[in-house]
């Protein structure tokens, strides 16, 4: 009997890939179906490669926050200096504080810093910089600085000169083995006053961190020579803490406070980038809703075309249910028909989403080449490129989305086929 046939039978399935496939007379329903699988499929492209962007350009900016950058930087709240009146913020024993926060369980590394904004003159081009003095070693662990792929020069000649940015040779005009000179407005101290100091430096080594606004004003100087640069003999500005799990950093600062002692203060890499990193996160959920909604209105158009099949296909069903046909195979019937269409769109639609996320370099060059260059402003937005990360949890939302709006959808316009009176379907045949 019909009523004992099992649910999304053979016959069903044959019924339904006849809908889909509709005769010429009846090509608006086809016409509906075709705008439907490519509206799913725009839909389902753009929200997994939006995602994969949104991935890439976070994981991007965070790897160069904590490939160039302290994970945190440990410093003096800052004492009156009795005889200028000035807060010094120095640390005076440095190599003391640092052998304590090394022994904080999940430190890496403790390097002393000194830090100096200062102006650099070369081939009579000028620059802001910021100069990082740091000991070889120190510097030697700093893994988007000191990178084969991307560093140019011999970082073991360090003590003989700076490390600069490409940025900052790219303004300055410099490459290895030029001279650089660098200027500084407190300078040496005179019975006239303070002079400013003026001191050449052969370039060693030039790096490429990743981020614009690092290569584009980070200089790095030997310790030691940073110290009588700055005036700061005996004494480091602050202590640059690398960590075996700086996503868990914040709940080590505490543990960094104790070990440093009274009068410090930590300063995290999350307390330096944690606006924009909320950011990001409120802009990943605006999206996702926009794109969702995206998703939705192409889901609308299986309604569109099955309300069409439907209203085509009303003598059939008449037949159909006066041979025996339940109401439960009319609706999975016509159910097979729009879920169908949903995921077939969606699987092309993951299927054109990943080859855009991982041949997003070469799409980006053909687009930037087609536009005649300056699409991606660096000094902008940051980072040299658009990446793009896939990863497997956005693309299962993606799936998820589409076809469970795919399916809900489709259930409406089946149920209205299914319930659809025989005799009323036949009586003007």
């Known amino acids: ?45 753009a929200l997994i490669a939006t995602l994969a962007v949104r991935s890439g350009f976070r994981a991007e900016f965070v790897d160069t926050i904590l490939g160039a950058n302290a994970h945190a930087t440990v410093y003096n709240i800052g004492r ?31 390097a002393p810093l000194v830090k100096g904004q200062v102006m650099a003159n070369a ?59 660098v200027i500084s407005p407190n300078g040496v101290k005179t019975a006239f006053g303070t002079s400013p100091r003026v001191k050449a430096y052969e370039v060693v080594y030039v790096f490429s961190a990743g981020r614009y606004d690092i290569d584009r004003v980070r200089v790095y100087m030997p310790f030691d020579e ?54 990001l996160d409120i802009e990943d959920n605006v999206m996702f809703v926009i794109l969702s909604i995206l998703v939705l209105i192409a889901a609308m158009n299986i309604v569109s075309g099955l309300i069409m099949l439907v209203k085509n296909k009303g003598r059939d069903i ?52 087609l536009a005649g260059g300056g699409v991606w402003d660096p000094s902008v937005r940051g980072i040299y490129n658009l990446p793009a990360k896939l990863q497997l949890g956005d693309v299962l939302s993606a799936v998820s989305l589409s076809l469970g709006l795919s399916f809900i959808v489709t259930i409406f316009p089946a149920r209205r086929a299914a319930r659809m009176n025989p005799v009323e379907a036949l009586r003007y045949e």
């Open 1 to 45: 009997m019909a009523g004992s046939t099992a649910p999304f039978s053979r016959f069903e399935w044959m019924i339904a890939w006849r809908y889909l496939r509709a005769r010429r007379a009846e090509g608006g329903v086809s016409v509906m179906t075709w705008i439907s699988l490519i509206g799913i499929t725009l839909a389902v492209f």
């Open 80 to 110: 009156v200096d009795p005889v200028t009146g000035r807060i010094d913020r120095t640390i005076p024993d440095y190599a003391d504080m640092a052998g304590k926060i090394r022994q904080v369980p999940g430190v890496t590394r403790v």
């Open 123 to 181: 081939r009579g081009r000028n620059a802001g910089i910021e100069v990082f003095g740091i000991a070889l070693d120190d510097l030697k662990t700093i893994p988007r600085i000191v990178a084969a792929d991307t560093g140019m020069g011999d970082i073991d000649r360090f003590a003989e000169g700076i490390a600069i940015g490409s940025g900052v040779a790219r303004e300055l005009g410099v490459s290895l083995g030029d001279k650089v000179k």
């Open 226 to 279: 940073a110290q009588s640069y700055f005036n700061r003999e005996g004494v480091a500005d602050e202590l640059e803490v690398m960590v075996a799990e700086p996503e868990k950093i914040d709940d080590m600062a505490l543990s960094l406070m104790r070990a440093g002692g009274d009068g410090v203060q930590v300063w995290t890499w999350r307390d330096a980038s944690g606006g924009f990193l909320r950011a």
């Open 318 to 369: 008449g037949i159909l249910r006066t041979m025996g046909l339940t109401e439960g195979s009319v609706l999975r019937v016509f159910f097979i028909c729009g879920a169908f269409t949903g995921l077939i769109g969606t699987l092309f639609g993951v299927l054109f989403g990943c080859l855009f996320a991982v041949y997003i370099d070469p799409i980006f060059s053909m687009v930037n080449y």
